[in-house]
């Protein structure tokens, strides 16, 4: 009989990543003042940081206070205590009150109509595996989106798995304030 033992993941330090890396870690470091665990763990891959940077900081026709409710919404269907801890944290750095974060995250955000709209779309896309409820893609055109945005919240939603599965799989310590559990 196979003993199986838990595999430990660990996040690299600056000295344990390729050249490319470190040079990414330094401007993390200088533009955010840390290099979240997240972030480090991409950069066990010679590619996948920059790669991910990349796809996170891509124009968008969403504000960020848009992208955010996306990132909760997600974060929350997928279980993932890591990027609900850090998108708590960016949520309120856009604005949101820690009331309507953990609306949110609960699935509605009564406080706009617009946001809404995003977070029950978002929700039902996450959830149905991309076949969003008809009553949901109504709702949000009919609050003033379009295909354009529609795209875009594919894209973060997309953005949000990769990390949400990423510390799924791994638990890496959170490096963030943690978030309520709900």
């Known amino acids: 009989m196979l003993t ?3 595999r430990t993941f660990t996040v690299p330090t600056r000295s344990q990543v390729s050249a490319n890396n470190q040079a990414i870690f330094d401007n993390l470091q200088k533009g955010i003042g840390f290099v979240p665990n997240l972030y480090a763990y991409y950069a066990k ?3 996948a940081l920059d790669d991910y940077l990349t796809l996170q900081n891509r124009k968008s ?3 960020a206070k848009e992208r955010e409710v996306i990132n909760l919404v997600t974060s929350q269907i997928n279980d993932c205590r890591y990027c609900q801890s850090a998108h708590t944290a960016l949520g309120k750095m856009n604005g949101f ?3 309507q974060i ?3 995250r609960k699935g ?3 406080f ?3 946001l809404d709209a995003l977070v029950k779309f978002a929700a039902s896309a996450v959830e149905n595996r991309g076949r969003a409820t008809e009553e949901s893609k109504e709702a949000f055109f009919a609050a003033g989106y379009n295909e ?3 795209i875009d919240v594919v894209m973060v939603i997309g953005d949000k798995i990769t990390s949400n599965y990423l510390h799924n799989l791994t638990g890496f310590e959170i490096d963030f304030p943690l978030a309520q559990l709900l």
């Open 4 to 6: 199986l033992q838990k």
């Open 45 to 47: 891959n010679e590619t």
């Open 61 to 63: 026709t969403l504000r």
């Open 97 to 99: 009150t820690d009331e």
């Open 102 to 104: 953990v609306e949110i």
């Open 108 to 110: 509605s955000a009564s």
């Open 112 to 114: 706009d109509s617009k």
């Open 148 to 150: 354009a945005n529609m």
